[in-house]
């Protein structure tokens, strides 16, 4: 499986970016996806969760400004209201039916004061 992410960029602080991550090859292997994210000088942390069976969870940070959704196996992060503690690097991720995981590449996201 691989996951292409794009959709990263520089906005204002109150702006918004939507992130698509795009899998592909053996796909019917993906059941949970999500998105994590790394700031500067800190470890990867993850933000927001949709399963197999679509529940969807968030990080208390971004919860209410952050919106997962899924198509398939493509997952998508609408992000609005964006801090500067926003910045950081994004990776989708999927995890197979059998606990492995995929990451994607990674984009940046950063937000002006």
């Known amino acids: 499986v691989q996951l292409q992410a794009s959709g990263g960029g520089l906005v204002q602080a109150g702006g918004s970016l939507r992130l698509s991550c795009v899998a592909s090859?053996?796909?019917?292997?993906?059941?949970?996806m999500g998105w994590y994210r790394q700031p500067p000088g800190k470890q990867r942390e993850l933000i927001a969760h949709v399963s197999r069976d679509r529940k969807i969870s968030y990080a208390d940070d971004v919860k209410g400004r952050f919106t997962i959704s899924r198509e398939n196996t493509n997952v998508y992060l609408q992000m609005t209201s964006l801090r500067p503690e926003d910045t950081a690097v994004y990776y989708c991720?999927?995890?197979?039916?059998?606990?492995?995981?995929?990451w994607g590449q990674g984009t940046q996201v950063t937000v002006s004061s």
């Open positions: 991720h999927g995890v197979s039916h059998w606990r492995e995981d995929f």
């Open positions: 090859g053996s796909t019917m292997s993906i059941s949970g």
